[in-house]
């Protein structure tokens, strides 16, 4: 580079995932030099992983649109955005003036929470649709979190968060934080945290089917059969409560229905389960001491026990553990957060907590929760007629969601769709019309949801890098006029300006804090750690925190069921477990158009264990059928001994064999998708989040 070219340095947070990692990005006007992490950011401390470095292939991949597209009999062709704004709102209102506003579905992707345009204008927007057919990516993965937190401390983000920098335990079920960096738990660089807390005398716990990337660092690691980790909670829990190591503690007063939890583990004597678990009791009651004689301690599950049959109820017994040991909200424990931006406190004075199961979906009858429905029966509803017409924003259901297939056919039947999205990919493929929006370095960004989940309380605004040019549109533009078009009502202000007015409800007013104030903080700024606060962020009516909620307390007894059937037969047609997992170069079903990201080695494989290999004859790199009871896939198999027996693993996020879709890297290495085989009738019955960890299938050799 000529030494007469200026350089700039800009700082800002990755959106990528939840570690919300600070970037130090060089650059001239129009131009990246280098996207290192910033070693001077409060909460990342210089670390960054493969997808930081990816924006800059994101800014100049020219596969992205930039431009509104319409489906024509003779292909796309490029509209101006009046003339796509027009034409969708015109048809939106025939299609609700024929058939009911609830004729319109809507859909909100995981990246919705990572662009703060999407999170301030997205519900305005669908609000104006008037449609009780809302679905988001939270039923994919995480509506156990917000139903556990709503029903035992009375708000749905009240979500408790590991103090990991200062616990002397930590048991982890069903997470792979060295690769995730935390999910709903933002904690840049795991390792190092794992690394610190055995370094200073105390122990790091991991329970998984399969040997992960958190296994090699931990203290200890231990196979558990997919989907029985709510036997597994129940157990540790008999044996506290059988040796009497339970703890009430400072929460004591705020503590009901003690004796209902005593009750009900009485029955799940570990000597009797432990061979449906695939721990030995010895090993479980060590756990359940070792937990409960630390100086602290704190269990945190995450996606692999909250996508299962019963997911609702994993993550109400972590919270249960957690609190009979007192060890919630408390040093070294279960914390709760105290962002600058209160999103808790905000809503929670408004009375809006949450809600859960006022209503039913049409198909299905699965439950309402806080105004929408989980998306396993979303193809349902439109393959029987109750929708018409759909909106994806930022999101790629055919990919991500159970039985992907199943929903591309539904949204053939569409009268009308549209998609909010940069690519024209594998669900806005079947749009009529796709608004393309910024993404990236080219918007200004304040992480509203993962501030709420940090370990430490920070806070930190990044201006947008680049200027969009004349033709593009940002998210809360397209928003904005979609809304104002629908209900006639003109919002001119500005994403800055509605951070200005959440900031004067700031914790920390005292800071006079502002968007110009965190401007003069490029690094963020830090607040703190972790303090105790639950018993003054309580929000349930009587201010208590409910051990044992009347709708978690009835599902143990559909586990009882269950496990009689265990006990009779396990075997089926299907006799493997299908299990996802996550890769530190994946980044859901985004981002497989980046060079840095998709380069390398195949890494859609097939896991599976050398033995069941062996009985299977099945070689290594050998390409097999993968069949569940909804389709089937041809996969390259990788054979490993870091995996459970009767247990195979497909990486999430792929499948970019579909014809129609412009991603030309994701296309030169596209896999195939694990929702192609994932059932959207096999969901948790008490929260309807998807269940992943439930498919069954069977592999045939080709």
Same mark, same amino acid.
């Given at each position: 580079?000529?030494?007469?070219?200026?350089?700039?340095?800009?700082?800002?947070?990755?959106?990528?995932?939840?570690?919300?990692?600070?970037?130090?990005?060089?650059?001239?006007?129009?131009?990246?030099?280098?996207?290192?992490?910033?070693?001077?950011?409060?909460?990342?401390?210089?670390?960054?992983?493969?997808?930081?470095?990816?924006?800059?292939?994101?800014?100049?991949?020219?596969?992205?649109?930039?431009?509104?597209?319409?489906?024509?009999?003779?292909?796309?062709?490029?509209?101006?955005?009046?003339?796509?704004?027009?034409?969708?709102?015109?048809?939106?209102?025939?299609?609700?003036?024929?058939?009911?506003?609830?004729?319109?579905?809507?859909?909100?992707?995981?990246?919705?929470?990572?662009?703060?345009?999407?999170?301030?204008?997205?519900?305005?927007?669908?609000?104006?649709?008037?449609?009780?057919? %809302?679905?988001?990516?939270?039923?994919?993965?995480?509506?156990?979190?917000?139903?556990?937190?709503?029903?035992?401390? !009375?708000?749905?983000?009240?979500?408790?968060?590991?103090?990991?920098?200062?616990?002397?335990?930590?048991?982890?079920?069903?997470?792979?934080?060295?690769?995730?960096?935390?999910?709903?738990?933002?904690?840049?660089?795991?390792?190092? %945290?794992?690394?610190?807390?055995?370094?200073?005398?105390?122990?790091?716990?991991?329970?998984?089917?399969?040997?992960?990337?958190?296994?090699?660092?931990?203290?200890?690691?231990?196979?558990?059969?997919?989907?029985?980790?709510?036997?597994?909670?129940?157990?540790?829990?008999?044996?506290?409560?059988?040796?009497?190591?339970?703890?009430?503690?400072?929460?004591?007063?705020?503590?009901?229905?003690?004796?209902?939890?005593?009750?009900?583990?009485?029955?799940?004597?570990?000597?009797?389960?432990?061979?449906?678990?695939?721990?030995?009791?010895?090993?479980?009651?060590?756990?359940?001491?070792?937990?409960?004689?630390?100086?602290?301690?704190?269990?945190?599950?995450? #996606? !692999?026990?909250?996508?299962?049959?019963?997911?609702?109820?994993?993550?109400?017994?972590?919270?249960?553990?957690?609190?009979?040991?007192?060890?919630?909200?408390?040093?070294?424990?279960?914390?709760?957060?105290?962002?600058?931006?209160?999103?808790?406190?905000?809503?929670?004075?408004?009375?809006?907590?949450?809600?859960?199961?006022?209503?039913?979906? *049409?198909?299905? *009858?699965?439950?309402?929760?806080?105004?929408?429905?989980?998306?396993?029966?979303?193809?349902?509803?439109?393959?029987?007629?109750?929708?018409?017409?759909?909106?994806?924003?930022? !999101?790629?259901?055919?990919?991500?969601?159970? *039985?992907?297939?199943?929903?591309?056919?539904?949204?053939?039947?569409?009268?009308?769709?549209?998609?909010?999205?940069?690519?024209?990919?594998?669900?806005?493929?079947?749009?009529?019309?796709? #608004?393309?929006?910024?993404?990236?370095?080219?918007?200004?960004?304040?992480?509203?949801?993962?501030?709420q989940l940090a370990i430490r309380n920070t806070a930190k605004y990044s201006q947008a890098l680049f200027e969009k040019n004349k033709n593009q549109r940002h998210d809360w533009e397209i928003l904005s006029a979609l809304t104002e078009k629908m209900n006639g009502v003109k919002n001119s202000i500005t994403p800055e300006n509605m951070l200005n007015q959440m900031?004067?409800?700031?914790?920390?007013?005292?800071?006079?804090?502002?968007?110009?104030?965190?401007?003069?903080?490029?690094?963020?700024?830090?607040?703190?750690?972790?303090?105790?606060?639950?018993?003054?962020?309580?929000?349930?009516?009587?201010?208590?925190?409910?051990?044992?909620?009347?709708?978690?307390?009835?599902?143990?007894?559909?586990?009882?069921?269950?496990?009689?059937?265990?006990?009779?037969?396990?075997?089926?047609?299907?006799?493997?477990?299908?299990?996802?997992?996550?890769?530190?170069?994946?980044?859901?079903?985004?981002?497989?158009?980046?060079?840095?990201?998709?380069?390398?080695?195949?890494?859609?494989?097939?896991?599976?264990?050398?033995?069941?290999?062996?009985?299977?004859?099945?070689?290594?790199?050998?390409?097999?059928?993968? %069949?569940?009871?909804?389709?089937?896939?041809?996969?390259?198999?990788?054979?490993?001994?870091?995996?459970?027996?009767?247990?195979?693993?497909?990486?999430?996020?792929?499948?970019?064999?579909?014809?129609?879709?412009?991603? %030309?890297?994701?296309?030169?290495?596209?896999?195939?998708?694990?929702?192609?085989?994932?059932?959207?009738?096999?969901?948790?019955?008490?929260?309807?989040?998807?269940?992943?960890?439930?498919?069954?299938?069977?592999?045939?050799?080709?």
């Open positions: 580079m000529s030494s007469n070219i200026k350089t700039k340095t800009h700082y800002r947070t990755c959106n990528l995932c939840e570690a919300m990692c600070g970037l130090k990005i060089v650059h001239t006007k129009h131009k990246i030099i280098s996207i290192k992490g910033n070693e001077k950011d409060v909460l990342s401390k210089g670390h960054i992983c493969p997808k930081a470095i990816a924006l800059k292939d994101l800014y100049t991949d020219k596969d992205r649109l930039k431009t509104p597209l319409k489906r024509t009999k003779n292909g796309w062709i490029a509209i101006s955005w009046e003339e796509a704004f027009d034409e969708i709102i015109s048809k939106f209102k025939i299609l609700q003036k024929k058939y009911g506003n609830n004729a319109i579905a809507t859909y909100q992707g995981n990246p919705n929470v990572h662009n703060l345009g999407l999170m301030l204008y997205g519900k305005p927007f669908i609000k104006s649709l008037q449609t009780k057919q %809302k679905y988001t990516a939270t039923s994919v993965d995480q509506l156990p979190h917000h139903i556990a937190s709503l029903l035992v401390f !009375g708000h749905q983000m009240m979500i408790p968060i590991p103090d990991i920098d200062r616990t002397d335990y930590l048991l982890i079920l069903g997470a792979n934080p060295a690769v995730s960096n935390g999910s709903m738990l933002t904690a840049p660089n795991f390792s190092t %945290k794992i690394k610190a807390i055995q370094k200073r005398g105390g122990k790091v716990i991991n329970i998984d089917p399969r040997f992960t990337e958190t296994s090699k660092i931990s203290s200890e690691h231990h196979y558990i059969k997919p989907g029985k980790d709510a036997l597994f909670l129940l157990t540790i829990l008999h044996v506290i409560f059988k040796e009497n190591l339970f703890k009430k503690g400072h929460l004591n007063d705020y503590l009901k229905n003690w004796n209902s939890i005593q009750d009900l583990v009485k029955d799940f004597d570990p000597n009797k389960i432990e061979q449906h678990i695939g721990i030995s009791t010895n090993e479980i009651t060590k756990i359940a001491r070792d937990f409960t004689t630390a100086k602290t301690a704190v269990c945190y599950g995450r #996606l !692999g026990v909250s996508v299962q049959e019963f997911g609702g109820l994993c993550i109400w017994l972590v919270a249960v553990l957690n609190l009979i040991t007192d060890n919630t909200d408390k040093i070294g424990g279960a914390m709760f957060t105290l962002p600058a931006i209160d999103l808790v406190a905000m809503s929670g004075m408004q009375g809006k907590t949450g809600t859960f199961n006022r209503y039913q979906s *049409n198909v299905n *009858n699965l439950p309402e929760y806080s105004g929408e429905f989980p998306v396993a029966t979303l193809a349902d509803e439109i393959l029987e007629n109750h929708v018409k017409a759909f909106v994806s924003i930022a !999101g790629n259901p055919v990919l991500s969601t159970p *039985n992907g297939s199943k929903l591309e056919k539904a949204l053939e039947q569409l009268e009308f769709m549209v998609s909010i999205d940069i690519y024209l990919n594998e669900t806005s493929k079947h749009a009529h019309i796709i #608004l393309p929006t910024t993404t990236g370095l080219e918007t200004s960004h304040y992480d509203l949801a993962f501030h900031l004067q409800f700031s914790p920390y007013k005292s800071k006079n804090l502002s968007v110009n104030k965190l401007l003069e903080h490029p690094n963020g700024i830090d607040f703190g750690a972790l303090k105790p606060c639950l018993t003054k962020r309580l929000f349930s009516k009587d201010k208590k925190i409910n051990l044992a909620p009347k709708v978690f307390v009835e599902d143990i007894n559909r586990l009882k069921k269950q496990l009689k059937k265990w006990f009779i037969n396990e075997e089926t047609i299907y006799p493997l477990h299908l299990i996802g997992r996550r890769q530190l170069r994946n980044n859901n079903s985004w981002m497989h158009n980046s060079e840095v990201l998709i380069k390398g080695k195949n890494r859609c494989t097939l896991l599976i264990n050398t033995k069941d290999a062996l009985d299977l004859n099945i070689k290594n790199e050998q390409i097999v059928l993968v %069949k569940s009871d909804v389709g089937s896939v041809k996969i390259t198999v990788e054979i490993t001994d870091k995996i459970v027996q009767g247990v195979v693993s497909i990486p999430h996020g792929f499948g970019h064999h579909r014809e129609g879709i412009k991603m %030309k890297l994701a296309q030169q290495n596209p896999g195939i998708s694990i929702n192609d085989l994932t059932n959207d009738k096999q969901i948790d019955k008490l929260t309807g989040n998807a269940n992943f960890s439930g498919t069954k299938v069977k592999i045939e050799a080709l």
